[in-house]
Structure formats: C-alpha cells, structure tokens
C-alpha cells in the first residue's frame, strides 16, 4: 500500500490529491518510485489520456518494478531517469515547448513533486493547476534555515544537516520557492541537548 | 472574484470633477473627460479599474460605473466611454442628452475588479462591442512595461466600432476587428489554441461571450486563474415590493424601476457599495426573515447563498412575496 494520510498541519503545508483526468491539449506527467502506481490507477480511469501524455519516471529505489507496467499503458513518450536532477533538462525543455492547454500531473515523493512544480510555476503555470498525489516514501527535502544546504530524504526528526552538521528540528513550515521544508536548530541555547531522533510520523 | 476590501463607509471616497471634453465617437458612444474641479491631480488608477459616476437627474441620483479608459499614467484626467441605452434605466441616456463640457460631477475613487495579472507572459484580451473601454487602459500600460499582448475585438459593424480606427492605426499587427455585419466571427478556438505557456486571457462585453470564454478555455485545459472576465449588471425592473429593514427600524417601498440599493438610499439608510453591478460583493445583506421568492441576479454569491434565501445584494437582486426582513 503506497497511500499515506497526513495528519493535519499549519496552511504553510502542501495538501496532495488524487490525479484525476482532465481536458486538456498535452499531459505532463512526472512520477518517481510508486508514483507510478498513481499513474496507473489514472490509466484505468482513462487510457486514451496516458496514450497522449509524456512521462518522466524516476524509479528511485523501486528499480525494475513499475518500469514495464507504465510502458505498456503505452504512453506517447516514456523517458526513465535514474534520478531527478538528472530529468531536469529534459523536464525544462518539455515545458519550454508547451503552450496553454498542458496539463501536468505529479506523483510519488514531496520532494520530486515539490521540485517539478517549482519548474511549472517558472514556466508560467499557476500551482493551484497542477495535480498532485502522494505515494510512497514520506520522506522530506529540507533546507537548513542556518547554512541554507538542502538535505534530501530526510526521515527522523531531528536530523543532522549535510551542509553545516548542525541539529535541526522538521518543521511543516514549507518553500514553495524553494520546494523543501524548513529545518531549524534544536540545540541552539542548549547546545547538546538533542532529542534522540524519531522517524517520521510514528 | 476575490474578496472586496472592507469598508465601513458606503461606496468610495469622492472626488469632484469638472467635464473637460465630450466628443461623440459613434451613433451609441461618447467619450466623457473630467479634469478635478480643484486642480490636483487624480489619484493613480491600475488599469481595469472603473469609478461610479454620479448624476445628478432632475433631484433623482443615478449612480453608475464606468470602466476607465484614459492611460493610468496620466494623473490630469480621467475618461470613459458610455454606450448610449435606449431601453435602459436612463443613467446612459442622461449621460448622453444633459452631460455637456464644464459641468460640473462627482466620480467614486477608483475600484479594480478586474486587473491584469503581472505575472502572465503574455496577454491576450477579447472585447465585445463596448467592453473595449478597460482594454486601452491595459494596453497603455502593457505598451509602456513592453509587455506582450493581442486584442481580438468584436463589433457590430465598422461604424459601430468605438476605437477600432485608432487600435488597428497604432497597433496594425496585435489588434484584430471582427465586423458582425460581415459574418466575421471571432475564431476562439485557434487563438486558444497555440498561446505560450502563462498567458492570461481577458474578456469584456456581453454575457453570452463571456460564458462562451470561460467554457471554451476550460475544455482547451486552461486554468481558471488565467481567464479573466468582468461584466456590470445593470439593475433589471420588476414588479414594486416592500421590504422591513430591522437596524433602521423602517419599513421601505421599492419601485418598479428602482433597485432595492437605491430604494434603501432614497430612504436614509446607509448602505455600503462599491460597483452596484453584483460583482463586487459590498452590499452583501443578511435576510433576517422572508416568505416569498428571490430574484437573485448578481454573480458574487454561489448557488447555495442563492438557494439558502440567507443572503441578497441589494444592487441588481429583488424580491417577490409577502414579506422581506433585511439586517440593514
């Protein structure tokens, strides 16, 4: 089961939904890890949608296991990465040639969707058009408030910043711009006095 | 439509003017400019905004809203443009038949209800008949930031088509005119079709056009955030009703060509507004008791405001039954 619910936080945090189909004269759809499995859910509901659209899969640590599902919703174009960053051109020069009319749908990660989204706003694209839908890993991007390094993948709280070492606390506070939660030191007028780490959301 | 600003006082500041020019454009439209009776200059506008003219009728105030036309960045005048309403409730007509150069009016502070959005890459603007007037303000502003944009302009024939000479004259390759007298449609659809990503669409005149907009870009995909629209509702005649207001302790007559916001002034009371044409939401009034049916015609409330029978906007809405109690 790749579903996740979020408990309920402060307005600052971003909300995911259920990718749903919608009219539109191109689709966009960036998935990473069991995103993919949004992805088919969506094919079910309408398949002629997936035969127009352009996907960009990053399978992260699920390997092997969606990469022929998705190519046989036979996709007009299926392009599989081994990471976002390395999409990144593919996914800015998709969007350089768009017009009005595309339609973008994200799903898997908060960082992966965080990140494609901030390309669709650069690209003129309000937020509020793009659809979202969480799967798999609940693990955050955050940026250090201190330093300002992003640490991907974070699971526990606190962590320890990549950057600068220091111990921060998981905020739900988060960067559109940036597309990464804030992370603040927990030991700044005790310094030492860190809480043993907990994963997240247990 | 976003949320109105919150005022106590009702309608805008004010500002007397004095009518600098008239200069009839065609057999429906006449241009009206106003300097300020005091020689200052105008507070600055956004353009899309629009100001309430008010009219002095023979004792009678008529209040209506016109778009402003004139560049946002010239601080001496203000001008609109106002298509002449034979079958209307008069405000147009009396613009047309009494308004001469000299006299002397009042103008609302400017309201926008319908700016342009900054952020888009391009803007693409489609005008129906007179639903031209904001559109030169925008154009002058997007001229002078160098920003992109296009105008498709609907009219009914070339005689009809206020400012088409002087758009298509200074902007030959961005404005085009469709004469409805020559079968020329606006092909929305194509000019949908192709936009760069970013582009807002804005769209003035007739209901019909601008429901045809919305619906049309929607199922080309586009999002809600980037059509924009504005429509003025002018108040509608009907059948003469009397309504309770609770606060003021009175009890009000409405005629049958009056709205219920001029009724509510004719008697005394205080009632906050800022278009009075249903769009902008100030004159939002609470029902406190009602037996009988709803006229409802603005387009600030949703379905279920409308269907709940707990709230009216005075401006363009009115009533048929036994008896209406507002919070007013």
């Known amino acids: 089961m790749s579903k996740f619910q979020f408990p309920e936080s402060i307005r600052s945090r971003p909300v995911y939904g259920t990718l749903e189909p919608r009219p539109g004269k191109a689709h966009l759809m960036i998935a990473d890890a069991e995103g993919a499995e949004a992805l088919i859910d969506l094919a079910a509901q309408d398949a002629d ?23 046989a919703l036979a996709p007009a174009q299926l392009y599989v990465g081994p990471s976002y960053e390395a999409s990144v051109p593919r996914i800015r020069r998709v969007l350089s040639d768009a017009h009005m009319g595309l339609q973008i749908y994200l799903a898997g990660t908060e ?53 600068c070492g220091l111990n921060l606390f998981v905020r739900d506070h988060y960067s559109r711009r940036l597309a990464a939660f804030q992370g603040v030191c927990v030991d700044a007028e005790d310094p030492g006095n860190v809480p043993e780490p907990v994963e997240l959301y247990k | 439509m976003s949320a109105a600003p919150q005022k106590t006082k009702a309608g805008a500041e004010k500002i007397d003017v004095t009518v600098s020019a008239v200069v009839k454009l065609n057999a429906l439209v006449t241009r009206f400019e106003f300097t300020r009776t005091d020689g200052k200059e105008f507070p600055p506008f956004s353009a899309g905004a629009h100001t309430v003219v008010e009219m002095n009728d023979d004792g009678r105030t008529r209040l209506n809203p016109y778009s402003l036309m004139s560049d946002p ?85 070339k005689e009809l088509g206020s400012y088409v000479d002087e758009l298509t004259g200074k902007y030959p390759s961005k404005v085009h005119v469709y004469f409805d007298d020559q079968d020329q449609k606006l092909p929305l659809e194509d000019l949908l079709d192709g936009q760069p990503l970013g582009t807002h669409v804005y769209v003035c005149g007739p209901k019909g056009m601008i429901n ?3 619906s049309t870009a929607a199922a080309h995909g586009w999002p809600e955030e980037h059509v924009h629209s504005e429509e003025f509702l002018a108040p509608q005649p009907g059948k003469p009703f009397e309504v309770r207001l609770c606060k003021s ?35 939002e009034t609470d029902v406190v008791e009602a037996d009988g049916t709803f006229d409802h015609r603005d387009h600030w409330l949703d379905d279920e405001e409308h269907a709940s029978g707990k709230k009216i906007m005075p401006c363009v809405s009115r009533f048929v039954g036994k008896t209406l109690v507002l919070d007013r």
């Open chain 1, 49 to 71: 949608l997936i035969h127009a659209a352009h996907i960009i899969y990053i399978p992260k640590n699920t390997g092997e296991t969606y990469v022929e599902k998705l190519r």
């Open chain 1, 111 to 163: 960082g992966l969707m965080g990140q494609a989204m901030n390309e669709a706003m650069h690209a003129g694209i309000p937020h509020s058009a793009v659809q979202t839908e969480h799967r798999g890993s609940v693990a955050r991007r955050m940026q250090c408030v201190h330093c300002k390094g992003i640490t991907e993948d974070v699971m526990t709280d606190p962590f320890v910043c990549s950057h």
């Open chain 2, 73 to 157: 960045a010239d601080p001496t005048i203000y001008a609109i443009s106002v298509r002449r309403d034979d079958a209307g409730r008069g405000g147009s007509l009396f613009m047309h038949n009494n308004v001469n150069v000299g006299d002397r009016m009042t103008l609302s502070y400017p309201v926008n209800l319908f700016p342009l959005d900054l952020r888009g890459r391009k803007h693409v603007f489609l005008a129906g008949g007179i639903g031209i007037t904001p559109f030169m303000a925008m154009i002058a502003h997007l001229e002078r930031i160098s920003a992109p944009w296009e105008m498709h302009y609907a009219c009914r024939s």
């Open chain 2, 212 to 214: 045809w907009v919305h």
């Open chain 2, 249 to 283: 302790d009175i009890t009000i007559q409405v005629g049958e060509n009056e709205s219920l916001l001029e009724a509510i002034e004719r008697c005394g009371v205080e009632a906050p507004f800022l278009c009075r044409g249903g769009a902008c939401g100030q004159c």
